[in-house]
C-alpha cells in the first residue's frame, strides 16, 4: 500500500522567507503528484500537477519537482507571505485513487 | 473554481440513522471521489466512481455505499450511522485517470451523536 509522508507537520516562518516543503511516498508507480493548499474549514485548492513524466512545475512563486525513482516531492514557495498560511497537502495518484500525506501546517509571521 | 457543490455543507444525526451526502459537479468529469479527512489520518478514500452506475470501494468503505446514475451526481449513503464515522467528508472529480488534476468539493462536516 502507498504510503506519503509530509516532513514537517508544522513549519512557522518569518515573511520573505523561502521554504521548502517536503514529500515522500513508498512506491514509485505513480500516475502524477499534486500538491493542494487547504485553509482552516475549507476544501482542497489544486496547486500544482506534476506528470510522472515530469521532473518540476512552476506556477508563479511555487515550484514543485518530482523524482519519482527515489519517492520524493519538494514544494518551494520564494518570497513567502501571510497569505500563504495554510496546510499544504501532496497526493499522489495511482491508477484509481490519490493517497494523501498528513500535510504540512505553514504559517508565515509578518 | 471547479464546479463542485456538496450538500448540505454540516450535519448532525443519531447513531443509527441512515444519512447521504450529495455532491454535484457541472464539469463533466467522468471521475468522482468520496474521501473522508480525519486529523492523524489525512484523507482517506471511501468509494469511487469511474463512469454512470460504474463505482468501486476504496480503503475505508465498510458501513458506506454509493451510488451515481447520471454524470453530475455521485451520493454516499451511511446505512447507519456510527460516531466513527463523524468526520469531513470531501467529494473529488478529475476528467481522466491519472493526467489531469483533481479538484475538490468544499466538504460535508457530519457530527453523529
Known amino acids: 500500500k502507498q504510503e506519503v509522508t509530509q516532513i514537517p507537520a508544522a513549519l512557522s516562518v518569518p515573511e520573505g522567507e523561502n521554504l521548502v516543503l517536503n514529500c515522500s511516498f513508498t512506491d514509485s508507480a505513480i500516475y502524477n503528484l499534486q500538491w493542494f493548499r487547504q485553509d482552516p474549514g475549507k476544501g482542497l485548492t489544486s496547486l500544482l500537477l506534476i506528470q510522472s513524466s515530469q521532473r518540476e512545475q512552476t506556477s508563479g512563486r511555487l515550484n514543485a519537482s518530482l523524482d519519482k525513482s527515489s519517492g520524493r516531492s519538494t514544494l518551494y514557495i520564494a518570497a513567502s507571505q501571510p497569505g500563504d498560511s495554510a496546510t499544504y497537502l501532496c497526493a499522489v495518484y495511482t491508477g484509481n485513487q490519490f493517497y494523501f500525506g498528513t500535510g504540512t501546517s505553514l504559517t508565515v509571521i509578518p | 473554481d471547479a464546479g463542485i457543490t456538496q450538500s448540505p455543507r454540516h450535519k448532525v444525526t443519531e447513531t443509527g440513522t441512515p444519512v447521504t451526502l450529495r455532491c454535484h459537479q457541472t464539469?463533466?468529469?467522468?471521475?468522482m471521489y468520496w474521501y473522508r479527512q480525519d486529523p492523524g489520518h489525512g484523507l482517506r478514500l471511501i468509494h469511487y466512481?469511474?463512469?454512470?452506475?460504474?463505482?468501486d470501494k476504496g480503503e475505508v468503505s465498510d458501513g458506506y455505499s454509493v451510488s451515481r446514475s447520471k454524470t453530475e451526481d455521485f451520493l454516499l449513503t451511511l446505512e447507519s450511522a456510527t460516531s466513527s464515522q463523524t468526520s469531513v467528508y470531501f467529494c473529488?472529480?478529475?476528467?481522466?485517470?491519472?493526467?489531469?488534476?483533481?479538484?475538490f468539493g468544499q466538504g460535508t462536516r457530519l457530527t453523529v451523536v
Open positions: 464539469e463533466n468529469h467522468r471521475y
Open positions: 473529488a472529480i478529475s476528467e481522466s485517470a491519472g493526467d489531469t488534476e483533481a479538484f
Open positions: 466512481s469511474y463512469g454512470v452506475k460504474d463505482t
